[in-house]
């Protein structure tokens, strides 16, 4: 594959959540929420149970040999391909609550050029563990959502994106194909792309609900079964809006040199076109070494959606800050000592060396 050209001078922020506009507005917006939220905390204490964490249905079925078919490699695609994904950094965190750092990032490739950009916010949460860990997935989808959202509006300004000729274009997103209501992307996304004949896929990095009959992994199953260097499996299962699934399931394997296969929700309005068809230009992107058979704008997108040690100590630095100057880090900072116990013996200082909320811990 050519060296790819990389243009990190079209960065954009976007358009923030809520009311906000700029990258400094929303993170004094956010510092501000986290005073707020933690006073009442350590004022007032939290409200326990009545919070349901709801996992994505497990998906059974017997693998059908039939429904696999070959995809033809391709070269290049004159089109593009954007590609988001959001990243969750532990800023401070004790049992009862944590603040961290939203990452959301795009990647637009278009042949060898490409050009990034994300938004920043930092989010507070108080609950246990696994409300926090339900509410960070809500907040990443919705920051995944808006930054494409931005990019299909315009409201993020890039060379290789024409408005224009967007039938040509792909959207790829990190997950599953749910919209609507929690933990789902906004069914304003499909929409959107849906109206501007956009090829939505939701591409995921792992798929553990997806089984065979025998309830074994459903990917590693359908591989065996076929001798094809490149490959879709469709559908695993049709798009059920009712269910907020609004892609049919399918399997993808798109090197021929990777042993790597993915679970590929092709959007409901692509699917009365030629699956294989559609899915070919993705074999043209899949080819990088660094990225193992994974679309290398999706790869790019979880690699600028990582922020430095040294960006995440100072925003450490300015939650505290805040904390102090609230008259809360003291007691909060107890909190943290109580739970970080693990971390010191590890040699751990900031819980950010190595704790991911990126919905596979």
């Not at 996992?55 to 070269?75: C, G, H, M």
């Not at 992307?185 to 990095?205: F, G, H, Q, W």
């Amino acid at each position: 594959m050519n060296m790819l050209q990389f243009n990190d001078n079209a960065f954009n922020c976007g358009t923030q959540l809520g009311e906000v506009t700029s990258v400094s507005e929303a993170i004094q917006y956010d510092l501000a929420e986290m005073e707020k939220r933690l006073r009442v905390y350590v004022d007032k204490g939290r409200v326990t149970g009545g919070v349901e964490v709801k996992e994505e249905p497990v998906i059974a079925t017997r693998p059908d040999e039939t429904l696999i078919k070959p995809l033809n490699k391709v070269s290049r695609h004159a089109g593009g391909f954007l590609a988001v994904d959001c990243s969750t950094r532990t800023l401070k965190r004790a049992n009862n609550w944590g603040v961290y750092l939203m990452r959301a990032a795009y990647a637009a490739v278009k042949e060898r050029d490409v050009d990034w950009g994300y938004n920043e916010r930092v989010c507070t949460v108080v609950g246990d563990a696994h409300v926090r860990r339900s509410f960070l997935q809500d907040f990443r989808i919705e920051m995944e959502s808006q930054i494409a959202l931005d990019l299909l509006s315009g409201k993020i300004s890039m060379p290789h994106y024409v408005h224009g000729d967007v039938r040509s274009m792909y959207l790829l997103l990190d997950g599953g194909g749910y919209f609507g209501g929690d933990r789902k992307c906004r069914v304003s996304l499909y929409e959107k792309c849906e109206k501007e004949s956009v090829n939505l896929l939701a591409i995921s990095k792992n798929s553990p609900s997806l089984h065979d009959e025998k309830g074994r992994d459903f990917i590693a199953t359908t591989y065996n079964m076929t001798s094809f260097d490149t490959w879709v499996y469709h559908p695993v299962r049709k798009a059920d809006k009712d269910k907020s699934l609004y892609g049919d399931i399918s399997v993808v394997k798109l090197c021929g040199e990777s042993f790597r296969v993915f679970r590929c929700d092709i959007m409901e309005y692509l699917t009365s076109s030629d699956v294989s068809e559609l899915l070919a230009p993705l074999t043209c992107i899949s080819e990088d070494p660094r990225c193992v058979g994974y679309p290398i704008a999706l790869w790019l997108a979880h690699e600028f959606s990582a922020p430095s040690n040294s960006m995440l100590l100072s925003y450490h630095d300015q939650v505290e800050e805040g904390l102090k100057t609230a008259g809360l880090l003291e007691a909060l900072r107890r909190e943290e000592l109580c739970c970080s116990f693990a971390d010191e013996l590890h040699g751990i200082k900031h819980a950010f060396e190595w704790e991911w909320w990126d919905g596979q811990v």
